[in-house]
């Protein structure tokens, strides 16, 4: 090789030498200067179980504790990271003799959520969050801040066990932010409240009085139950649960039953729907004069009693009257002297009209009558009466017979004017052996 070729390499590899540290200088000159508060912006690159490394430019990568990942406590980094996602952060430390770089996304996080909170607390905007953790009293959701979601404020009935919502997203609505005290306090509740209104109103308006639906009943009160008809709910007060008297709600349906319904009253501007259940049932009297006829013997229950007779039911929804004549043989004041509530009585059945929904009953006609009293026999020793002439005598027993037939039904006449007719004959032989 000549020396002019050797001249050549030796300068070329000069002049490549020297790029190369010219580029390292370049290289050095721009790689950023960090101190701790700094925001940065970097790519993560890897995601442990407790902490995730992000590449920012710098000579080494830095690395993001689980905790400072989020401002709710997470389980895992991988929770709030994902690999080659792009992040903001803030310089917690470093320290390049040991090449260590703590970062902080939940700093950056809570100061951007601090702006942005005001504006949807005042524009009532409706803002998604995961449920991060189930505790005393709620729900915390991570929105950037640590938000607390009571459980009044979660849906519009209520809830006994959360477990099962940790990691479900809720459509929720800031209620109310305090920086100083770290606190935000969010509502799925009105969000739910305010759909469910604007949804009841369209429903209320395709619907008519008469119309049967099915329905779910969602709660029981004291005057009756709340059924659901597709998205709202109707009230079927107690006395429209069934034909026959209803004491309560609950011995009749039970919470989460099918029912069919019919719609009795529409209140639009109240919001108000009034259901029956027994509307759609067949009545108890439609039946009647099939499943009773006029004599039948049965057995009924005193339902109510009045001054003129008692109410006796002798089938569910069917109630006849027994009047105060018809109750007992005997003559009584008032039904209280015989009967009582809730007694179960033999009835007969005198008379039906299904049409006008009433049934004449008879209590004394399923008993024997009792026998008449025996007449009392004259007491020893009573002296005889002065004996009167006989004109006079026979006037008086005359009489005296006449008014006992009239106030006694079981006495025959014809066998009383033959006791006349002898006691005549034998007082007139009589008298003959006197003279």
Known sequence: MSDEVKVQD?????????VSQAEAEHAMNNVAVLKKGATVKGK????????????IGYKYDGVIPVRELS????????????????????????NDAKETLVLSKRVVDSEKAWETLQGQLESKEIIEASVAE????????????????????????????????KGRTLRLRVKEIDREKNKVI?????????????????????????????????????????????????????????????EQAS?????????????????????????????TQAGPWSNVENDFKAGDIVTGTVKRLAAFGAFVEVAPGVEGLVHISQIAHRHIG????????????????????????????????????????????????????????RGDRDRGNSASHQKEIAGNENVSLSNQGLSMTLGERFGDKLSKFKK
């Open 10 to 18: 030796q300068t070329q590899e000069a002049q490549e030498t020297a």
């Open 44 to 55: 993560i690159v890897k995601v442990d179980a407790d902490q995730a490394f992000v590449d």
């Open 71 to 94: 401002s709710v406590s997470l389980d895992d980094a991988g929770q709030a990271v994902q690999l080659g996602q792009e992040v903001e952060l803030k310089v917690v430390s470093i």
């Open 134 to 165: 189930v505790v005393k009293g709620g729900l915390v959701v991570d929105i950037g801040v640590r938000g607390f979601v009571p459980a009044s404020m979660v849906e519009r009935q209520f809830v006994e066990d959360f477990s099962s919502y």
């Open 186 to 246: 969010l509502s799925q509740k009105d969000v739910l409240d305010e759909e469910f209104e604007a949804n009841k109103k369209k429903i209320i308006e395709g619907l008519q009085v008469g119309q049967v639906l099915d329905g779910t009943v969602q709660r029981l009160t004291q005057f009756g139950a709340f059924i659901d008809i597709g998205g709202i709910d109707g009230l079927v007060h107690i006395s429209e649960l069934a034909w026959h008297h209803v």
């Open 251 to 279: 011995d009749v349906v039970k919470e989460g039953d099918k029912v069919k319904v019919q719609i009795l009253k529409l209140d639009p501007s109240n919001d108000k729907i009034s259901l029956s259940i027994k509307a």
């Open 334 to 389: 008032t039904p209280h002297e015989v009967l009582k509530e809730g007694q179960e009585v033999q009835v007969k059945i005198l008379e039906i009209n299904a049409s006008e929904k009433r049934v004449s009953l008879s209590i004394k006609e399923t008993e024997e009558a009792p026998e008449a009293p025996a007449a009392a026999a004259p007491s020893a020793g009573k002296p005889e009466r002065e004996r009167q002439p």
